[in-house]
């Protein structure tokens, strides 16, 4: 919280606060739950940064201490969830119903990964997904960059993601308009 309330003024001029990230911050659940709370004493804005996979108690509890949730959601297919990931996307999906029935001010954010996420089969499915949803209408897409190549050769680890692509300005447009012409609300970045 030092480090933190150092930008109060900030936070104060900028209408900002801040933002738990991570990795994923709600592997450490406590000591998330303790910063938030104190967060709140001192009237920040709080934002989590979250995959959305947690066991259903350590969501709710820290959600409902947050004031906005930034929400990765990247494969709505549990095969493929899995496929890429290692684990069952059942957690995400059911706290993002949860995460909607509360009605909490939330922003879904979509990487695009070429031939990964920006499947037809994964966007149609996003889609559906985000029209089950009653208060969730917000959509970052976020292109795939390469910035973890540096740090793959520093480690001298080979990158799963080698030869990966950034996405092109078209294919990332023509994803904005198509969840636009849902009724969805797009910007592109973070």
């Not at 933190?4 to 994923?24: A, H, N």
């Not at 706290?95 to 990487?111: C, E, G, S, W, Y």
């Amino acid at each position: 919280m030092e480090e933190i309330e150092k930008d109060i003024l900030f936070f104060d001029e900028s209408r900002g606060g801040v933002t738990f990230s991570g990795g994923e911050p709600l592997l450490q659940p406590g000591f998330l739950l303790a910063l938030l709370h104190a967060c709140k004493e001192d009237d920040i804005h709080t934002a989590l940064d979250t995959s959305g996979y947690a066991s259903r108690e350590v969501w709710i509890s820290v959600v409902n201490h947050v004031d906005l949730v930034l929400f990765d959601l990247k494969i709505i297919n549990e095969e493929q969830h899995f496929r890429y990931t290692g684990v069952s996307n059942r957690p995400i999906l059911d706290n993002l119903q949860a995460l909607d029935a509360m009605n909490k001010r939330t922003v879904i954010r979509f990487p695009i990964v070429p031939e990964i996420t920006d499947t037809e089969e994964n966007v149609a499915d996003l889609i559906a997904c985000l029209a089950s949803l009653r208060t969730i209408a917000d959509v970052a897409l976020l292109p795939y960059h390469k910035m973890a190549d540096g740090k793959y050769a520093r480690l001298r680890q080979r990158n799963p993601m080698e030869g990966v692509a950034t996405p092109t300005t078209q294919r990332m447009e023509a994803i904005r308009r198509q969840l636009e012409d849902h009724g969805l609300r797009v910007s592109v970045g973070g």
